[in-house]
C-alpha cells in the first residue's frame, strides 16, 4: 500500500470504469511522457469517476518525468477527495 493510500484510503478493488476512464488508464504506460502527462491531467478531472485509474496513480507518482509525478499525484488526491 502507497502512502496515498494510507491518507487517503483506496476505493474499491471492483470500481466499475467507462470507456473513457479504461482508455486513459491505458495511456498512463505510454512511451511518451506527453501522453502520461494529459492522461493523468484528464483522469484528475474527472474526479471520483475514475477511481479504477488509483493503482497506477500511485505508480506513476514515480515516473521518471517530475511533471508525470506532480500531475499523477495531482489526479490521484482529486480522485480520493471526490473532486
Same mark, same amino acid.
Given at each position: 500500500? &502507497? +502512502? !496515498?493510500? @494510507?491518507? !487517503? &484510503?483506496?476505493g474499491s478493488a471492483g470500481d466499475d470504469s467507462?470507456?473513457?476512464v479504461a $482508455? +486513459?488508464? $491505458?495511456?498512463l504506460d505510454d512511451a511518451d511522457a506527453q501522453v502520461r502527462l494529459a492522461a493523468a491531467i484528464a483522469l484528475g478531472e474527472l474526479g471520483?469517476?475514475? @477511481?479504477?485509474?488509483?493503482? @497506477?496513480l500511485e505508480v506513476l507518482i514515480n515516473d521518471e518525468d517530475g511533471d508525470v509525478c506532480n500531475a499523477a499525484a495531482d489526479a490521484y488526491s482529486k480522485i480520493?477527495? &471526490? !473532486?
Open positions: 500500500m &502507497g +502512502l !496515498f493510500s @494510507k491518507l !487517503f &484510503g483506496r467507462s470507456p473513457e $482508455a +486513459l488508464i $491505458a495511456q471520483s469517476r475514475a @477511481k479504477a485509474a488509483v493503482s @497506477k480520493e477527495r &471526490g !473532486f
